[in-house]
Protein backbone atom coordinates (compact mmCIF):
# COMPACT_ATOMS: atom_id res chain seq x y z
CA UNK A 1 0.00 0.00 0.00
CA UNK A 2 1.26 3.46 -0.66
CA UNK A 3 -0.07 7.19 -0.20
CA UNK A 4 -0.35 8.33 -3.86
CA UNK A 5 1.35 11.41 -5.19
CA UNK A 6 -2.72 13.07 -5.55
CA UNK A 7 -3.47 12.55 -2.14
CA UNK A 8 -0.41 13.84 -1.07
CA UNK A 9 -0.51 16.93 -3.43
CA UNK A 10 -4.27 17.39 -1.88
CA UNK A 11 -3.12 17.00 1.81
CA UNK A 12 -0.05 19.73 0.97
CA UNK A 13 -2.58 22.28 -0.40
CA UNK A 14 -4.96 21.73 2.26
CA UNK A 15 -1.85 22.24 5.21
CA UNK A 16 -1.18 25.10 3.34
CA UNK A 17 -5.13 26.30 3.78
CA UNK A 18 -5.90 26.73 -0.15
CA UNK A 19 -8.35 24.02 -0.43
CA UNK A 20 -11.23 22.37 2.79
CA UNK A 21 -10.32 19.28 2.09
CA UNK A 22 -6.93 16.82 1.37
CA UNK A 23 -5.98 15.99 5.12
CA UNK A 24 -4.23 12.61 4.80
CA UNK A 25 -6.07 10.12 7.75
CA UNK A 26 -5.40 6.62 7.66
CA UNK A 27 -6.55 4.09 9.81
CA UNK A 28 -5.72 0.09 9.65
CA UNK A 29 -3.28 0.24 6.95
CA UNK A 30 0.13 -1.64 5.95
CA UNK A 31 2.93 0.12 4.27
CA UNK A 32 5.61 -1.86 2.90
CA UNK A 33 8.53 -0.65 1.29
CA UNK A 34 7.70 2.71 0.56
CA UNK A 35 10.23 5.03 -0.21
CA UNK A 36 9.40 8.92 0.27
CA UNK A 37 12.07 11.83 -0.09
CA UNK A 38 10.92 15.07 0.87
CA UNK A 39 7.25 14.87 1.33
CA UNK A 40 5.47 16.65 3.67
CA UNK A 41 2.64 14.89 6.07
CA UNK A 42 2.53 17.28 7.90
CA UNK A 43 -0.51 17.52 10.79
CA UNK A 44 -1.88 14.31 9.05
CA UNK A 45 -3.12 11.77 11.00
CA UNK A 46 -2.48 7.85 11.53
CA UNK A 47 -3.87 5.25 13.76
CA UNK A 48 -2.75 1.83 14.10
CA UNK A 49 -0.49 1.45 11.13
CA UNK A 50 2.31 -0.54 10.53
CA UNK A 51 5.57 1.12 8.59
CA UNK A 52 7.73 -2.04 7.94
CA UNK A 53 10.96 -1.49 5.58
CA UNK A 54 9.81 2.08 4.87
CA UNK A 55 12.32 4.90 4.12
CA UNK A 56 11.42 8.42 5.19
CA UNK A 57 14.24 10.93 3.98
CA UNK A 58 13.94 14.78 4.81
CA UNK A 59 9.81 14.34 5.10
CA UNK A 60 7.63 15.78 7.58
CA UNK A 61 5.01 14.47 10.05
CA UNK A 62 5.60 17.98 11.89
CA UNK A 63 2.18 18.34 13.33
CA UNK A 64 0.95 15.10 13.07
CA UNK A 65 -1.51 12.61 15.38
CA UNK A 66 0.37 9.34 15.17
CA UNK A 67 -1.36 6.73 17.82
CA UNK A 68 -0.83 2.87 17.79
CA UNK A 69 1.58 2.83 14.80
CA UNK A 70 4.82 0.39 14.42
CA UNK A 71 8.02 1.17 12.57
CA UNK A 72 10.47 -1.53 12.07
CA UNK A 73 13.34 -2.27 9.73
CA UNK A 74 13.06 1.52 8.28
CA UNK A 75 15.02 4.29 7.89
CA UNK A 76 13.85 8.09 8.93
CA UNK A 77 16.92 10.07 8.12
CA UNK A 78 16.24 14.27 8.51
CA UNK A 79 12.98 13.49 9.65
CA UNK A 80 10.28 16.07 11.38
CA UNK A 81 8.09 15.47 14.19
CA UNK A 82 7.99 19.12 15.35
CA UNK A 83 5.03 19.09 17.43
CA UNK A 84 3.69 16.30 16.95
CA UNK A 85 1.94 14.21 19.07
CA UNK A 86 2.87 10.15 19.25
CA UNK A 87 0.88 8.02 21.34
CA UNK A 88 1.52 4.07 21.89
CA UNK A 89 3.53 4.24 19.05
CA UNK A 90 6.63 1.35 18.59
CA UNK A 91 10.08 1.85 16.89
CA UNK A 92 12.02 -1.01 15.97
CA UNK A 93 15.29 -1.72 14.33
CA UNK A 94 14.87 1.85 12.93
CA UNK A 95 16.94 4.42 11.74
CA UNK A 96 16.36 7.51 12.90
CA UNK A 97 19.32 9.59 12.18
CA UNK A 98 19.02 13.31 12.80
CA UNK A 99 15.20 13.43 13.48
CA UNK A 100 13.74 16.65 14.68
CA UNK A 101 11.46 16.23 17.76
CA UNK A 102 11.08 19.78 18.37
CA UNK A 103 8.00 20.35 20.84
CA UNK A 104 6.75 17.02 19.69
CA UNK A 105 4.34 14.91 22.81
CA UNK A 106 5.54 11.08 22.77
CA UNK A 107 3.62 8.82 25.46
CA UNK A 108 3.98 5.67 26.01
CA UNK A 109 5.98 4.28 23.13
CA UNK A 110 9.00 1.95 22.75
CA UNK A 111 11.82 2.88 21.35
CA UNK A 112 14.24 -0.61 20.86
CA UNK A 113 17.23 -1.62 19.44
CA UNK A 114 17.50 1.37 17.04
CA UNK A 115 19.93 4.83 16.53
CA UNK A 116 18.46 8.35 17.49
CA UNK A 117 22.29 9.45 16.98
CA UNK A 118 22.08 13.47 16.19
CA UNK A 119 18.38 13.61 16.65
CA UNK A 120 16.90 16.88 18.46
CA UNK A 121 14.74 16.96 21.43
CA UNK A 122 14.32 20.91 21.99
CA UNK A 123 10.82 21.36 23.78
CA UNK A 124 9.54 17.44 23.83
CA UNK A 125 7.64 15.55 26.43
CA UNK A 126 8.20 12.31 26.96
CA UNK A 127 6.13 10.75 28.98
CA UNK A 128 5.80 6.56 30.17
CA UNK A 129 8.20 5.59 27.09
CA UNK A 130 10.21 2.70 26.79
CA UNK A 131 14.54 3.22 25.23
CA UNK A 132 15.77 -0.10 24.80
CA UNK A 133 19.43 -0.71 23.65
CA UNK A 134 18.91 2.75 21.88
CA UNK A 135 22.04 5.23 20.78
CA UNK A 136 21.66 8.66 21.82
CA UNK A 137 25.13 9.66 21.04
CA UNK A 138 25.14 13.20 19.87
CA UNK A 139 21.15 14.03 20.20
CA UNK A 140 21.16 17.49 21.38
CA UNK A 141 18.52 16.91 24.79
CA UNK A 142 18.85 20.34 25.29
CA UNK A 143 14.94 21.15 27.12
CA UNK A 144 13.79 18.34 26.74
CA UNK A 145 11.27 16.60 29.51
CA UNK A 146 11.23 12.77 30.32
CA UNK A 147 8.90 11.83 33.19
CA UNK A 148 8.67 7.86 33.79
CA UNK A 149 10.50 6.97 31.56
CA UNK A 150 12.67 3.53 31.48
CA UNK A 151 16.27 3.58 29.39
CA UNK A 152 17.75 0.02 29.33
CA UNK A 153 21.47 -0.04 27.51
CA UNK A 154 21.19 3.06 26.11
CA UNK A 155 24.13 4.92 25.33
CA UNK A 156 24.39 9.37 25.12
CA UNK A 157 28.05 9.86 24.37
CA UNK A 158 28.72 13.92 23.56
CA UNK A 159 24.72 14.18 24.28
CA UNK A 160 23.90 17.93 24.78
CA UNK A 161 21.94 17.13 28.39
CA UNK A 162 21.87 21.14 29.10
CA UNK A 163 18.38 21.45 30.94
CA UNK A 164 16.92 18.41 30.64
CA UNK A 165 14.85 16.67 32.99
CA UNK A 166 14.22 13.09 34.02
CA UNK A 167 12.02 12.55 36.80
CA UNK A 168 10.74 9.72 38.01
CA UNK A 169 13.08 7.88 35.34
CA UNK A 170 14.82 4.53 35.13
CA UNK A 171 17.90 4.28 34.15
CA UNK A 172 18.55 7.84 32.94
CA UNK A 173 22.24 9.42 31.98
CA UNK A 174 24.06 10.36 34.89
Not at 3 to 10: C, F, H, L, T
Not at 18 to 39: F, H, K, N, P
Not at 94 to 113: G, I, Y
Request: aromatic share 10%; net charge negative; proline share 1%.
Amino acid sequence: MSIDGRAMQQHWRWSKGYESVGRIERRDRVYQGLIMAGGTLERSVFHTCSFDRVTLSGGSLGGAELTDCSWSNGVMELTSFEGATLTGCRFTATRLLRAHFFDATVQDCAFRDLTLARSQWKGAVALRCVFERVCLDLAFLQGARFEHCTFVDCTFADARLEDVSFDACIGQPT
